[in-house]
């Protein structure tokens, strides 16, 4: 019978290996599109730092996984492990799946280190994340890595009320790990036919506290900030400064396009939406590429033309769909994941449950986008445009 | 005939219908129709000067026609109109 060994060196006959220089070097693109780069090890070995770019997938679950992370067969893939051993196996376990450009890193994840290359520590759930978020973990457009991005993100929810209610419940859900809530009010009786996160008991409270008490209650992961204020060009950069990415769920025309300016001067993408009785409109804008939401409406509406929620009504339920959908924007965006609504616009309307989705163009003539950053000023529309909130 | 859809803050002026048939080869001539048949809408969507309102984008089909022949983009049988004006609730 033949010793592992012997084994071990005729699949390294049979199997291609690189070295350190050639793996750095295609890894950055040289000589063709880049491969992806497998790190089969266990846990407690990629906690420890791993190749920069690299997959995680353990040995064990290779050949359950490989088909979701590498669809095309002739895809070149690099695997390593510690010493070159467990991959060079792996290796060979993939061409027997029909994978035709398959390379173990000879030497593996030592080699690398010892030749004094750069490497990456993965951001390490707890057990209790890995359980909690688990879901997550198992889709390949998510995983550990992507999972670490939520936990590492800043969402400021414009607003918690219809829309906020709801994406900010699945924001925390999710795991993002700092959510801002800005609001101004306190929770009213008439609240609750829409506003989910809070409930009877606190009538009176102050919104971003009720936000607080719900959000972390779901959980503990999420550290929310409470912004009780009602945002004007004096706070809103301090505010948004401290945040990726805005959701924006105001009740206002002047704040939606302070907002709107000063996410421009900031560089900050900014998740839009906007309902009325039973229409909801839905987009993103992001600073660098497409339209922003003074391409789309110049200018707000004087007084009068705009009736709010207030006067005019909205079905409860609204807020809740859209608020998810925009959740649904700021996920991806934080994920890096899938293609975002920029430069398209969703129009839902609930009594027909139809959703249309219209083109936005980037406005070359913008007032506000075609500026630098620098030149853009802020605007606070309440002094001549008192629609109530 | 051309399809126009209403958005939900301008139904008053229809009698809460969401969708009609109006006539007309271009998005100006529809319109008028529109105005002439449901009337107070037009100063809705248009300023004193006859501009579209900076609040309000008209489509045809999905397509903005301030990116096409603004007032004047043509309209096919089949099209369909849809008024999208700003709306802030939350």
């Excluded at chain 1, 004094?116 to 998510?142: C, N």
């Excluded at chain 1, 609750?192 to 719900?214: C, D, F, I």
């Excluded at chain 1, 209650?217 to 929310?224: A, F, H, M, Q």
């Excluded at chain 2, 603004?70 to 709306?87: H, K, M, Y």
Aim: glycine share 10%; with cysteine; charged share 25%.
């Amino acid at each position: 019978m033949a010793s592992f060994n012997e084994i071990l060196g005729q699949v390294k006959q049979t199997i291609r290996e690189v070295s350190v220089d050639e793996t750095r070097a295609r890894a950055k693109g040289e000589g063709g599109a880049a491969p992806v780069l497998i790190d089969v090890r266990e846990r407690d070995e990629y906690e420890q730092g791993f190749i920069p770019q690299a997959q995680w997938v353990p040995r064990g679950f290779l050949e359950l996984k490989i088909e979701d992370l590498v669809p095309e067969r002739e895809r070149e893939v690099i695997l390593y492990c510690a010493g070159g051993t467990r991959s060079a196996l792996a290796a060979r376990s993939l061409r027997e799946l029909g994978y035709t450009n398959v390379a173990s890193l000879a030497g593996g994840f030592r080699a690398w280190k010892n030749a004094g290359l750069a490497f990456d520590r993965p951001r390490t759930l707890s057990p209790e994340q890995v359980k909690r978020y688990s879901r997550h973990i198992m889709l390949p457009e998510v995983g550990e890595a992507g999972q670490g991005k939520l936990l590492d993100a800043k969402v400021l929810c414009l607003g918690a009320g219809g829309l906020g209610s709801p994406s900010a419940l699945y924001l925390a859900a999710a795991g993002v790990g700092t959510i801002g809530i800005v609001d101004d009010d306190v929770v009213d009786e008439s609240n609750l036919q829409r506003q989910v996160l809070h409930n009877l008991e606190r009538l009176g409270m102050p919104k971003v506290e009720s936000a607080r008490k719900t959000l972390q209650l779901l959980n503990p992961d999420v550290k929310v900030v409470g912004h009780q204020t009602r945002l004007t060009s004096e706070n809103i950069l301090e505010i948004l400064a401290g945040y990726d990415l805005v959701v924006d769920g105001a009740d206002n025309f002047p704040t939606r396009y302070l907002l709107n300016d000063a996410a421009l001067k900031l560089g900050k993408p900014v998740v839009h939406a906007s309902i009325f009785r039973f229409e909801g409109q839905l987009t993103t804008f992001l600073p660098d590429q497409g339209p922003c939401y003074r391409c789309l409406y110049p200018d707000p509406p004087p007084p009068g033309m705009a009736p709010s929620c207030q006067e005019a009504g909205v079905l409860g339920v609204l807020p809740g769909i859209v608020g998810c959908l925009q959740a649904n924007e700021a996920i991806k965006l934080i994920l890096g994941a899938g293609q975002s609504l920029s430069g398209r616009l969703l129009v839902f309307d609930a009594l027909g449950t139809k959703f249309r989705t219209l083109k936005l163009r980037k406005d070359p003539e913008c007032r506000v986008c075609s500026k630098s950053p620098a030149e853009i000023e802020l605007i606070d529309y309440e002094a001549f445009c008192a629609i109530g909130s | 005939m051309p399809t126009v859809r209403i958005p939900t803050p301008l139904r008053k002026y229809t009698q809460g219908q969401e969708e009609l048939q109006v006539e007309g080869a271009t998005v100006s001539a529809i319109l008028g129709a529109l105005e002439a048949a449901h009337p107070g809408i037009r100063e809705r969507i248009f300023d004193d000067k006859g501009n579209v309102r900076r609040f309000v984008n008209i489509f045809v089909g999905d397509e903005d026609i301030r990116f096409l022949q603004n007032l004047d983009t043509p309209v096919g049988e089949r099209d369909e109109i849809s008024i999208v004006p700003a709306i802030a609730g939350g």
